[in-house]
């Protein structure tokens, strides 16, 4: 553009008013010569007619309107000039804003990629998750008959789906046109056929499923595929309709691939595979979910009608499911509802809804505390820059240009720690996501700098400029001229101290929350889960491929599981079981005790766990009555059964639960009764903040089961004995697959990660919160100490003490952390309520941790001022009084 | 600051006349910054005390205003210096001053010296 060219001119045109004005004086020099005067005098009285040389180039110059640039790119490299001369200056200021800045963009791309960004699919917002609500809280998966049941009997939705609430890891080999590839692990999930289309998501290459390829029970092997699995399994084969898929032998044909984006409903399952509903018992190994009203596993959803809206769909739900519940048990005390569903699946994003937008708060404060040390900070060097100001404005600058000036200095910051911070962000996100990685989940995030992200960055950026750019800028501006001049007025600097005093109860609130948060997460990990978890390692074992879709043939392989674990050294006990403590599964069956009339309540179904003998063993579980299995449980033997402690209390109470029986299914009969011969201690299933009161154990060999997992206890680190037991399987049961091979005690460990982020986090930040005032009040105290210097050398000659001197720097040290400190313990009790839910064993107002917070603030805070303090005692009186 | 606030004020003050007189000094042609100086002064017998260096940025003024015109050109005594020239706009605004002038010195004539 032209406006540049001009402006780059800019320096020639400025050489041209030199020469022109220069001529003018020449020329009248010489007609004053000429008219007598002498040489000297005449050019004197050339100057003197011509008035200020420098202010007529500079109103000439802005004439031509191009001042403001020059004066920003001056104030630019007078602002470089600056940091460069204070190099430790700017790296603190910078340092601190990257990292407030830095910790806020990382918090808000997990967020957004978890609460706020919506699925990317046509028209969220017309989307509705069908959920049922229990007078003890609500559920979110339902059985396929109940699908069927919405989606015909619904007046709201123009179509409505199914998925699977699951993405399970299964073996799957590629067949090519070309051959076969070997197996590899894989996410599927079945869905309806009209998953796609009711989401709105057409295929990237082929076609995604219509409603005809799920028609009839395993009539249509097919599968649509993520981005990602076509992309890395299948080396984004563009034929990608010749290729098909070998799971269960079945063989699947790939009909397309789904849109890059599209990673599933729900942020915390993101399946590579899709097959159909109808596929679902080849998928799932036969256990039908077609006729069963007991068995949810399934989210539903549908789009709304135009001009439908969530509340007609709620109300539409809660219509159905009354009719439902005239004509099945299985719906009483249930009330349907329908949520909206644009952001995914909800339950899902609340469990880290909580967590992040604590976090976001944390790290809101965190930049804020960045942005007022930095204001300090500035505030003092513009104080000790009084001088330099006033100079400037009695030369003739106006307070605009100054405050130009300073805002520019800022704005370099800004931008310095705008950018650092958007290098650590991405460092520091990725970080973050490993942190809630478990050893058995991962969080399908993804993560982009995109413009949401940058204009986040942008604006926090913004804000934080204003905040600590602004305020000095204008303090320093305050004063007339002439009170500017004079150096020796006190500065108690009202406003910087103000700010240190907020810094001092942000780090001390941060302090208060990272006390709680580590004392929850230590009073989690010192729970007695109600079983051993050291030394035991657990084997997730997918034997199918070798065993196939009869249960029968399963009873065998347990035996010899354990059989040849035992044979290895170190090895104390083994065991199987269908699931695992905190292996995150679970299954439920419909029950009835013995001299009941109904089944138990649906919330009171104990959780079901098939074992082999040894597991009562393996796991330490305490014996209250009775006795534990034995091998001639088997199928030739009476049904047998073992209850948890609750179990007895709630169907057997103030009897002996021994001898007594119940049975799998909605009424109690002799013929498929089952005695329990044991009760064993309750135990904590899958989380630690509740007890699972409700278990019942059975043998499996009465009740075989195809997947599972090998649990040995060892006398030493499990761990070690990983590859040894993984040897062993490939060796003597070379078709069992291993799926995982965990520690009990990692399991137990990943179920509280989200406690264990938020305490490392918070109490990253405190420390860092609480090191960054500690820095901010050691400015300017040692600034203050510097100022009253002649002060000081007065008291000492007049006879103060090293001891009074340094009291009286302390005590306003003192009075800062006394005002910080009440306003932090204020802050905190304030949002008590925010973090209860968070916090388990203790308060959020408990007095240990907010004291020793205290304390800890004080300490650092006598630190940070005791070393000023004792430089200031230090001074030579007669020095001081010269310094003037 | 105040002296930079007095300085401009004068301009400002002068700023009408002081661009109508530029215009009609050039009218008898080119001139460079000290002419133009010189021919108001002389013009007015020396009544008029133009700070002279407030000439340049009414100079730079009217040239942005596209009224004069500017290049660089040898004087007599073989000096490099820079010479103003009227535009037709130039022209036609000092024409279009001149008669405000008229009119302006008329009006206040008539006040002070009623017929």
């Known amino acids: ?884 | 600051m105040l002296k930079k606030e007095r300085y401009k004020n004068r301009i400002d003050l002068l700023q009408g006349t002081l661009d109508m007189l530029i215009l009609r000094t050039l009218q008898w042609g080119p001139q460079h910054g000290h002419g133009i100086g010189l021919a108001i002064r002389s013009g007015s017998e020396d009544l008029l005390l133009v700070e002279h260096g407030s000439l340049y940025p009414a100079l730079h003024r009217l040239e942005k205003q596209g009224l004069i015109r500017s290049e660089w050109k040898m004087t007599e005594n073989k000096q490099r210096a820079k010479y103003y020239r009227l535009t037709a706009a130039g022209k036609n605004q000092l024409a279009a001053e001149r008669s405000r002038w008229r009119q302006f010195v008329g009006a206040i004539a008539r006040i002070m010296d009623p017929a």
């Open chain 1, 1 to 884: 553009m032209s406006w540049f060219r001009r402006f780059f001119r800019r320096a020639k045109a400025g050489a041209e008013l030199d020469e022109e004005i220069r001529f003018y004086l020449d020329q009248e020099t010489k007609l004053r010569i000429e008219r007598g005067e002498s040489p000297e005098h005449a050019r004197q009285a050339a100057l003197r007619a011509f008035g200020n040389v420098t202010l007529v180039k500079e109103t000439t110059c802005q004439m031509w309107g191009w001042t403001f640039v020059e004066d920003f790119v001056r104030d630019l490299r007078l602002s470089l000039r600056l940091l460069v001369r204070s190099p430790l200056f700017t790296a603190v200021a910078v340092l601190s804003l990257a990292l407030g800045i830095g910790a806020n963009t990382a918090i808000f791309s997990l967020a957004d990629a978890v609460i706020f960004r919506e699925l990317p699919v046509r028209d969220p917002k017309r989307l509705c998750q069908v959920r049922s609500v229990h007078q003890r809280g609500f559920e979110l998966v339902h059985s396929y008959p109940l699908y069927e049941d919405i989606r015909d009997r619904n007046q709201v939705f123009s179509s409505t789906a199914c998925t699977g609430a699951f993405a399970i890891l299964e073996s799957i080999a590629i067949i090519l046109s070309n051959g076969s590839q070997g197996p590899l692990q894989a996410r599927v999930t079945v869905v309806s056929g009209s998953y796609f289309s009711t989401l709105g998501i057409e295929a990237v290459v082929g076609r995604t499923f219509t409603p005809d390829d799920d028609q009839a029970v395993g009539a249509a092997p097919v599968a649509v595929v993520s981005y990602r699995f076509w992309k890395q399994a299948l080396g984004a084969e563009p034929a990608v309709m010749n290729t098909s898929l070998l799971h269960n032998g079945v063989r699947y044909q790939i009909l397309g691939v789904a849109p890059p984006s599209f990673t599933g409903i729900s942020s915390q399952h993101d399946p590579d595979i899709w097959f159909p509903m109808m596929m679902s018992q080849s998928v799932l190994s036969g256990e039908s979910m077609f006729k069963a009203r007991g068995s949810s596993s399934l989210y539903v959803f549908g789009r709304l009608k135009p001009g439908v809206t969530p509340a007609d769909a709620s109300a539409d739900m809660a219509r159905v499911y009354g009719d439902l519940q005239k004509l099945y048990r299985n719906y009483n005390g249930q009330r349907g509802e329908a949520v909206p569903m644009a952001k995914g699946v909800q339950a899902l994003r609340e469990r880290f809804e909580r967590p992040l937008l604590v976090l976001l708060g944390v790290v809101g404060l965190l930049l804020l505390i960045a942005s007022t040390n930095l204001a300090a900070l500035l505030l003092a060097r513009a104080v000790a820059r009084r001088h330099e100001i006033a100079v400037r404005l009695s030369l003739g600058a106006s307070t605009f240009r100054l405050l130009r000036q300073f805002l520019t200095e800022s704005l370099l910051i800004a931008l310095l720690g705008a950018v650092a911070g958007l290098l650590l962000s991405s460092w520091g996100a990725a970080l973050l996501v490993g942190m809630v990685t478990t050893s058995a989940h991962r969080l399908p995030i993804h993560f982009t700098m995109d413009m949401r992200i940058l204009a986040f960055t942008a604006g926090i950026s913004i804000l934080a400029l204003l905040l600590f750019g602004l305020v000095p800028a204008l303090q320093a501006n305050r004063p007339g001229t002439a009170s500017l001049a004079r150096a020796h007025t006190h500065s108690r600097l009202p406003a910087a101290r103000l700010l240190i005093a907020g810094q001092m109860a942000l780090s001390l609130f941060l302090m208060i929350a990272a006390g709680l948060f580590i004392r929850t997460l230590v009073n989690l990990r010192h729970l007695d889960t109600g079983f051993a978890r050291e030394n035991v390692l657990v084997l997730m074992l997918d034997p199918r491929p070798a065993y196939g879709q009869q249960r029968e043939k399963y009873l065998g392989l347990y035996g010899n599981l354990i059989g040849r674990a035992r044979e290895l050294p170190g090895v104390r006990s083994a065991s199987f079981s269908n699931h695992t403590f905190f292996g995150g599964g679970d299954s439920r069956r419909t029950i009835t005790y013995e001299g009941h009339i109904t089944q138990a309540p649906r919330d009171e179904r104990p959780n079901l766990l098939t074992i082999t003998p040894g597991f009562p063993e393996t796991f330490g579980l305490s014996l209250i009555a009775g006795r534990t299995f034995h091998d001639r449980d088997d199928r030739t033997a009476p049904k047998v059964a073992l209850i948890s402690e609750s179990v007895a209390k709630r169907a057997f109470p103030g009897e002996n639960p021994v001898g007594k029986r119940f049975c799998f299914s909605d009424s109690f009969q002799p013929q498929c009764a089952i005695e329990i011969v044991g009760v064993v201690g309750d135990v904590r299933y899958n989380n630690l903040r509740r007890v699972s009161p409700y278990a019942l154990y059975v043998p499996v060999q009465q009740d075989p089961v195809m997947r599972g997992d090998l649990h040995v206890r060892t006398w030493a680190d499990p761990a070690g004995m990983a590859a040894q037991l993984e040897e062993m399987i490939r060796r003597y049961e070379p078709g069992v697959r291993v799926l995982h091979t965990v520690t009990l005690e990692r399991l137990v460990e990943d179920s509280i990660i989200q406690d264990r982020l938020l305490a490392l986090v918070a109490t990253f930040f405190a420390v860092l919160a609480l090191v960054l005032s500690a820095l901010g009040l050691y400015g300017i105290t040692s600034y203050g100490v510097h100022r009253r210097t002649s002060e000081i050398g007065v008291r000492m000659a007049l006879g103060a003490s090293a001891q009074n001197v340094q009291w009286m720097i302390l005590r306003e040290v003192l009075v800062l952390v006394a005002a910080g400190g009440a306003g932090g313990i204020a802050a905190a009790l304030a949002v008590s309520e925010v973090v209860r839910s968070l916090l388990f064993g203790l308060t959020p107002t408990d007095p240990l941790i907010i004291a020793a917070a205290t304390f800890a603030l004080i300490l650092i805070a006598l630190l940070a001022g005791y070393l000023p303090a004792r430089n200031a005692c230090r001074v030579d009186p007669i020095q001081a009084l010269r310094y003037e």
